[in-house]
């Protein structure tokens, strides 16, 4: 076994209506708040019932909600010259939303009392003459300066586990192409597992977004960086996610779903965030929402069957378990299909060309693909002509 280190995770509060103690978490680092959340969740009531709870203990608040789905450098920008506005001071951002808020809120946490407002201190790896990984372009351009502002995150959707880290993803606007950054002051100091928050999010968003669960907890626990403390959260994030995401997608309103799905979705962070990263699925994911803006765990569900075919040698014996975790067959090839009977039960059972993709995008994908670092720990490391077949076979 290797070796491996267990950083501090924050301190998470859990239970229906707990976001009403969110204005003691932000006194415990500060005294005003930047909330930073999108149209949508503000259209559903979520940043107003956050509000309510920073005015009844006398906070100042502002809000800056103009995030995309997949964020961009150009979101970056508003929000940076938002907070300047605002002031850093004493501030504690907050982060009410899903992995594109808190991706975005989180790099301006880092990029705002730097004086910077591009996407400079995140990167996207080059390839070198192998189509591997070339180490030598891991750094981004710029560094962060200055301590960077304290984040607290309130997930109002059950997928990306984005509140358990410190990195993000950016979209640069030019050519599309999702850049990485990280920082660990960015992971929030506390995280607010509310499931009343999430009762709203349509079934839509709500299958992708269990897609998203499931294929972190899968990508961890098969990882070439797997460990025993995560192996055991992602085989329990499997289990909720197979019990409870088709009723959570069925009957929204249903309470002890969505607090399952949510505690799937956080437990299959930590997973991940403890050190296995995750793989094949998301570096092939990725590119795809880059370029077409797919919602990401849609990208995700669209690729993970063909990929655990593509693993099923190198990790039969993890693929097993992730079936008995489903509640089939301890068999690997039982795990691939139980996936794919999820996926059509919640209805992300869809193609590359159903999002948008054609025959001539597989080259672009295929490259940016193998430059995605998050493949670095995938169990069996691709040609660029097998990423290619995999894209073929997607569509």
Same mark, same amino acid.
């Given at each position: ?51 309510? #709870? ?85 750094? &981004? ?38 850049? +990485?950054?990280?920082? &660990? ?9 509310? &499931? ?37 959260? #992602? ?41 296995? $990263? ?12 880059? +370029?077409?803006? #797919? ?8 690729? $993970? ?36 009977? $999820?996926?059509? +039960? ?8 159903? $999002?948008? #993709? ?38």
């Amino acid at each position: 076994m290797s070796t491996y280190t267990l950083e501090p995770m924050p301190s998470t509060h859990v239970g229906e209506g707990s976001v009403a103690e969110l204005a003691q978490h932000v006194r415990a680092h500060g005294s005003r708040a930047f909330v930073v959340s999108d149209p949508g969740v503000r259209a559903a009531g979520i940043v107003n019932t956050v509000i309510d #709870a920073l005015t009844t203990d006398g906070l100042e608040w502002t809000v800056f909600d103009d995030v995309d789905p997949n964020p961009t450098d150009a979101n970056v920008a508003a929000g940076v010259e938002s907070l300047r506005g605002f002031g850093t001071e004493d501030v504690v951002i907050v982060l009410v939303g899903g992995g594109s808020v808190m991706d975005c809120g989180k790099y301006i946490a880092m990029a705002a009392p730097s004086g910077i407002e591009d996407s400079s201190l995140a990167f996207s790896p080059e390839l070198d003459d192998a189509d591997r990984i070339d180490f030598a372009t891991l750094a &981004p351009p710029a560094r962060a300066s200055a301590p960077c502002v304290p984040t607290i995150a309130v997930p109002t959707t059950s997928g990306t586990a984005s509140e358990t880290n410190g990195g993000g993803l950016i979209t640069r606007t030019e050519d599309h192409r999702k850049l +990485t950054f990280s920082h &660990p002051d960015v992971r929030p100091r506390a995280v607010v597992l509310d &499931p009343l928050l999430t009762v709203g999010l349509p079934s839509g968003a709500t299958a992708v977004c269990g897609m998203d669960v499931l294929t972190h907890a899968i990508e961890a626990y098969t990882s070439t960086a797997s460990n025993p403390y995560a192996d055991g959260l #992602a085989l329990q994030a499997i289990r909720l996610t197979g019990q409870w995401l088709p009723q959570a997608v069925a009957v929204g309103s249903d309470v002890q779903a969505r607090a399952s799905m949510q505690i799937a979705s956080h437990l299959a962070g930590r997973a991940f965030s403890s050190g296995p $990263l995750l793989g094949l699925v998301h570096a092939t994911g990725h590119p795809v929402s880059g +370029t077409f803006g #797919a919602a990401h765990g849609q990208t995700l569900a669209t690729m $993970l069957p063909h990929i655990m075919r593509f693993n099923l040698e190198s990790v039969s014996d993890r693929y097993a378990d992730v079936g008995q975790a489903l509640g089939v067959a301890r068999d690997p090839l039982a795990a691939v299909e139980a996936v794919e009977t $999820l996926s059509a +039960t919640v209805g992300t059972d869809r193609s590359l060309s159903d $999002l948008g #993709a054609k025959t001539q995008d597989i080259d672009g994908l295929t490259t940016d693909a193998l430059r995605d670092l998050i493949i670095l720990n995938t169990p069996r490391y691709p040609s660029r002509e097998e990423v290619h077949a995999l894209y073929e076979q997607a569509m």
